[in-house]
């Protein structure tokens, strides 16, 4: 979701007070190398206790809220609100009805191919066959393996097919979960308890790829974790293993790679970081949430891959989403083990309760046996040979995309991404303005920074629109090259100063020495999703 705080003056402009600002402490600091990028942080913190300042930054942040509401929580005449049960309970007729006015709501189409990942969509008959999966298992509650067999029984079989894609070794375990970044809670929850019980670590400590999910950081909050981050610098935007192993010391507890990572598609040194765990003997994890059943298949479909599983010995965990490229109901994950060890260091187990004895093998109790269903219908109706042939369809189609990207003289392809995704920069245009660009012709794809890019990841239905996608970029970028070259014939400068979503909210806020106004930017956005 892309949304942007910068109020725009009569002639479309961005206001100047705060871009001024903030240009003016970055080029101290950055250009004139005059003062520390702390000392520039302590300079904005002040700046933005000036009370007009912060009344203009209220201000907009009021704007944004104003603009994110009637776009995600519209009202209206002709919106209907339903604030209180009723009184009298709906016929079904009546319930599904509302039902699909409310799944036909105006929105991306994500059917049509346009929507970067989101969707990991298997096809309507997969789709109707998860639904009868559904139907059999609603009140199932895997808490109860005694109440509903079938289920205990599936969620095994999960996991034991998945372990077995990782080429996992025979006393391999795992659990499923509601999603990646539980399995990545867990994954480090084990770790720290394993330390803890190991070598009595009070203080862990986790060494993370900077490109790596922000679960781990989450997961870092929630569990009391210190993070240090390591380089992924170009060209390769794989993690610097030699930057990794300068920061373990004793509370470390955790290593992390990617395969691929989220921003750039990039499978780290997973090898290299192997090597590390085995030497000091530390867990390390490998996230394959976004890989997925991708870069598990990305062999026996004829792909070049690299090697990133159970077959490194420093690999200790992995976490797999299934409702990914598994193509599973939202809502299935997996984290795999090396041993059952591992995995009890992960268990909740209170003996001494009132209520009798209480284990729970991860966050939640109850449990959807319904999405379990799901999830073992999935994976049995597709395959292994629906699996190699959606691999070869997906991963076919992004290499499509990479190359008439690379080929692109004003266009450079990030890395090397050898699974689905595929991120982008210009050498010459704004790449936000791109991105927004792109937006306007409908396609959803995802803003970057850090560098500045746009990235698109490839699902089944892009398949079928990775042709448009191409040519709408193209025309994009002509279309920017003319607005740049109209500007200069004017006397103006090229670049403009009117910016769309994407332009504002990463080339201006997402460049703010501190980050408290996208924090609070943040926070509103997460709000307006609970607005009834």
Known sequence: ?????????????????????????????????????????????????????????????????????????????????????????????????????????????????????????GGEDLMELQAQAFGKFTVANPIHPDVFPGVRKMEAEIVAMVLKLFNAPRDAAGVTTSGGTESILMACLSARQKAYAERNVTEPEMIMPETAHPAFRKAAQYFGFKVHLAASPAPSYQVDVSSVRRLINSNTALLVGSAPNFPHGIIDDIPGLSDLAVRYKIPLHVDCCLGSFLVAFLEK?????????????????????????????????????????????????????????????????????????GCWASLMNVGEDGYTESCKKIVGTTRKIAQSIQEHPELEVLGNPLV?????????????????????????????????????????????????????????????????????????????KSKGDSAALYGVAGSLPNKSIMVELSQVFLDTLYKA
Not at 101 to 113: C, K, N, S, V
Not at 464 to 488: F, H, M, P, S, Y
């Open 301 to 373: 479909a004829g792909f070049e891959s690299l090697l990133f599983d159970f077959r490194c010995p420093g690999v200790t965990s992995i976490s797999c989403d299934t409702h990914k490229y598994g193509f599973a109901p939202k809502g299935s994950s997996t984290v795999l083990y090396r041993s059952t060890t591992l995995r009890s260091y992960q268990y909740f187990v209170l003996p001494d309760w009132s209520g009798g004895v209480y284990a729970s093998p991860s966050i939640a109790g109850s449990r959807p046996g319904a999405l379990i269903a």
């Open 1 to 121: 979701m892309s949304f942007s705080f910068t109020q725009r003056t009569a002639d479309g402009s961005p206001p100047v007070g705060l871009i001024r600002a903030e240009w003016y402490l970055r080029h101290l600091a950055h250009d004139k190398g005059l003062i520390s990028t702390k000392r520039t942080n302590s300079c904005w913190i002040s700046f933005l206790r000036i009370p007009a300042v912060r009344a203009k930054v209220q201000k907009e942040i009021t704007d944004a809220t104003v603009k994110l509401q009637s776009k995600l929580a519209p009202t209206g005449p002709s919106i209907t609100r339903y604030l209180d049960l009723p009184s009298k309970g709906w016929s079904s007729e009546t319930v599904l009805e509302e039902l699909q006015d409310l799944a036909t709501m105006d929105h991306t189409r994500w059917e049509d191919g346009y929507v970067s990942g989101a969707v990991y969509h």
């Open 420 to 496: 689905s995704v595929v991120a982008f920069t210009s050498l010459t245009l704004d790449i936000y303005d791109i991105a927004d660009g792109m937006s306007a012709k409908g396609w959803h794809l995802n803003s970057l920074q850090s560098p500045p890019a746009i990235h698109v990841a490839v699902t089944l239905p892009i398949v079928q629109a990775w042709e448009q996608l191409v040519n709408d970029l193209k025309t994009v970028i002509e279309e920017e090259r003319t607005k740049e070259k109209q500007r200069v014939l004017e006397g103006k400068d090229a670049k403009g």
